[in-house]
């Protein structure tokens, strides 16, 4: 579940905040370490509205107090930020949304934050969470709010007849992504392009079996702005596998193979006419990590507990041998994508063969190694296994507590790759 709170914020800019014995609401009480949180400055005292998104890094119930029957649940909390607000939302944006039948997501947060909860912590539905997250999306995602409620409805499957969706809907309003229906499963549009693969030489941490090589991808694809969630395993494959299992289902799914993530994207493809789901190869992954950067990481040069979940990061010193966070929690690349570094390794499609001596087109490497590719890191490993160039392997029927995956959509149409 995801949260967010409206109260009195001193410094705008902060990057920690601490909540102290707050009232809940609307499921607040639930909120834990892990949690995302999105905090609203209260204009009551000045502020602006929506400020920042933030993490959870510890969480304590205030205890009840004794013989008082009737009490509103306090929880004391403290947040580090990920993210900062990229447009404005608050009371202005929000007034007019005043029909709670409507189904919209504005009209949720205004009964919640200035009609009902004022200043609580208060637990959020999908379709206001991902609405949210449009406001610090970058200019070429920020989504108008018309399109954004239109495609968030879809995602939610909330009066799909009413709001003139059709699922799974091909030609989604926020543009450069899709969205799939069933699972709500959100997709960016990546366009072709030639990067160079590997390392340099001198780059930290650097392996031999990184060496440079000009790759080109002539098609534009389709690749998951996300990690895949616990709840969207479930819908698929209706099994909860995860070493570290999160109600709100918004964690990424781990501890599955190669072997049950390719049974995960027959059932999804089987699920969405007109389209076809797989793994990335490793060129694909890597090119939507560098996110057309050199750098080690797609960040830049450096990669630490701010960007990813890492085992130096927050996760790490709040649960003690750290964990998985909810997708999303991290700002995304340059390209939109979340946690391509970190969190959980993401299997590839690709066996572990080295690479090409040249120049090479759409590469689909074949080789007799038993071992399958996985890449980016997680948060069980220091920054420098989520370098965008580093190869890391398992067997394909192996499975752990930090091994997850993304997923590529290949339109059967060819022509729908332009939508």
Same mark, same amino acid.
């Given at each position: ?160 007849? !009413?709001? *003139?969706?059709?699922?799974?809907? %091909?030609?989604? =309003? ?6 799939? $229906? &069933? +699972? ?87 699920? !969405?006419? *007109?389209?076809?789901?797989?793994? %990335?190869?490793? =060129? ?6 560098? $996110? &057309? +950067? ?126």
């Amino acid at each position: 579940m995801v949260f967010a709170i409206k109260a009195d914020i001193a410094d705008l800019s902060a990057q920690t905040f601490r909540f102290v014995r707050r009232k809940t609401m609307y499921g607040g009480k639930r909120i834990a370490a892990g949690d995302v949180l999105y905090i609203f400055a209260s204009e009551n005292e000045g502020g602006p509205g929506l400020i920042a998104r933030g993490v959870v890094t510890k969480a304590a119930a205030v205890p009840k107090t004794p013989g008082v029957v009737r009490q509103t649940p306090l929880v004391t909390i403290q947040v580090t930020r990920t993210g900062t607000a990229r447009r404005p939302l608050g009371r202005g944006e929000l007034r007019s949304c005043s029909d709670w039948r409507d189904g919209r997501p504005e009209t949720e947060l205004n009964f919640k934050f200035y009609r009902q909860a004022t200043n609580k912590i208060v637990g959020l539905s999908d379709v206001a969470a991902a609405y949210l997250e449009g406001f610090f999306a970058r200019a070429r995602r920020e989504p108008t709010a018309d399109a954004a409620v239109r495609v968030l409805l879809c995602m939610a499957a909330v009066s799909l007849a !009413a709001f *003139g969706c059709v699922a799974p809907d %091909p030609a989604p =309003a926020l543009p450069g992504t899709w969205v799939e $229906a &069933g +699972t709500g499963m959100m997709f960016a549009r990546l366009e072709p392009g030639t990067f160079t693969m590997g390392t340099p030489e001198n780059e930290a941490g650097r392996e031999p079996q990184e060496q440079q090589h000009l790759v080109r991808l002539p098609d534009p694809f389709w690749l998951g702005i996300f990690e895949v969630t616990q709840h969207e395993w479930q819908a698929v494959m209706g099994t909860s596998p995860s070493h570290f299992p999160d109600a709100s289902g918004r964690r990424p799914v781990e501890n599955v193979t190669w072997v049950e993530v390719h049974a995960f994207l027959d059932r999804l493809t089987a699920r !969405a006419p *007109g389209n076809r789901f797989r793994l %990335p190869t490793e =060129a694909e992954w890597e090119y939507a990590c560098r $996110a &057309g +950067t050199t750098n080690a990481y797609g960040t830049g040069p450096t990669f630490g507990p701010a960007q990813g979940n890492i085992a130096t990061s927050i996760a790490r010193s709040m649960a003690g041998d750290g964990q998985t966070m909810a997708v999303g929690a991290f700002p995304p690349n340059a390209w939109g994508l979340h946690d391509m570094q970190g969190n959980v390794w993401e299997w590839t499609e690709d066996p572990h063969c080295p690479y090409p001596d040249g120049p090479i087109v759409d590469p689909a490497p074949a080789c007799d190694s038993p071992l399958k590719v996985i890449r980016g890191g997680s948060w069980y490993f220091e920054a420098d296994s989520a370098r965008c160039g580093l190869r890391y392997t398992h067997h394909p029927d192996d499975r752990g507590f930090s091994l997850g995956f993304r997923v590529v959509r290949e339109p059967v149409d060819p022509d729908a790759n332009a939508r």
